[in-house]
């Protein structure tokens, strides 16, 4: 079991569900009590802001439990479109997240694991699967857990490998959905009906015209890539950028999640290390 560093937003009030599904880019309201879904929240030019699990617990409490980012600046932001909403918007300073690859400690914690997007709650507890191989678990509430640097490296390096993206606050507002997979995820729809951003995830998807793609990279270096580092193709000129970034244990490689420019995603790769070597593209997430 170990910590992990995130933040967890709390929606509660009878309008709850509705204002996060007029704000978010998935159908909330479709989502049945205690399920989760992958969701997001874009800028009004269908950039991506914020990118969460929503949990649905009953018909008036939601918890977003951000990949990256600030809960209180998105606590802030979504305050200024509340208006007459019934729904109070709380950073959850008191919940801790924790993860496990160990389906023995989960199942000894919950008494069951939960099955895909569902949520096992047992004594204040929240559990939910990570979608993925090799499987995981999220448990969110007062859950006791080392910090192991080790450990939660080896967790990037499983979102990595299962094309899950961190959107850290220098990515906000940069990045198009379709970019880093969050359609794949199924993070946005484009029936629901109107939400910040609608207008061009829609153009994107009914019309065509997206032109980049995630792709997870590998090279060898010393260092580790932070996000928005630019990568470049030979002619130095920028191919794409980096999304998160981790280290595998077992061979010293970076592995990383970058959305490229699908022309340049055959050619060769560097990012601003000198010492890098060249910039291997292991697979494309579509």
Known sequence: MISLHSQVLELTGVDAAAFAHAQFGNDVLALPDGHWQWNA??????????????????????????????????????????????????????????????????????????????????????VLTVPGDPQRWLMLGSVDAAADAAALERWRLADIRAGIPWIDSELRDHLLPQWIGLDRLGAISVRKGCYPGQEIVARLHFKGGNKRSLYRLCWRD?????????????????????????????????????????????????WESSAAGSVEVIQRFA
Not at 67 to 88: I, M, N, P
Not at 114 to 126: D, L, N, T, Y
Not at 236 to 244: L, M, N, P, S, Y
Not at 256 to 261: F, K, V
């Open 41 to 126: 929240w874009l800028s009004p030019q269908g950039r991506v802001r914020a990118f969460f699990h929503l949990l649905r617990t009953d018909a008036v409490n939601l918890s977003l439990i951000l990949r990256g980012g600030d809960a209180e600046w998105l606590r802030a932001e979504l305050s200024r479109y509340v208006f007459r909403a019934k729904v109070q918007l709380r950073v959850a300073s008191d919940s801790r997240l924790c993860g496990s690859a160990d389906a023995a400690t989960v199942a000894a914690l919950t008494g069951a694991l939960p099955e895909p997007w569902a949520i096992v709650r047992k004594a204040g507890v929240s």
């Open 222 to 270: 010393n260092a580790v890539p932070r996000p928005g580092t630019p990568l470049r193709n030979e002619n130095a000129a920028e191919a794409g950028i980096v999304v998160t970034a981790a280290r595998a244990a077992d061979n010293g490689h970076v592995e990383a999640l970058a959305t490229l420019s699908d022309a340049a995603a055959d050619a060769p790769l560097q």
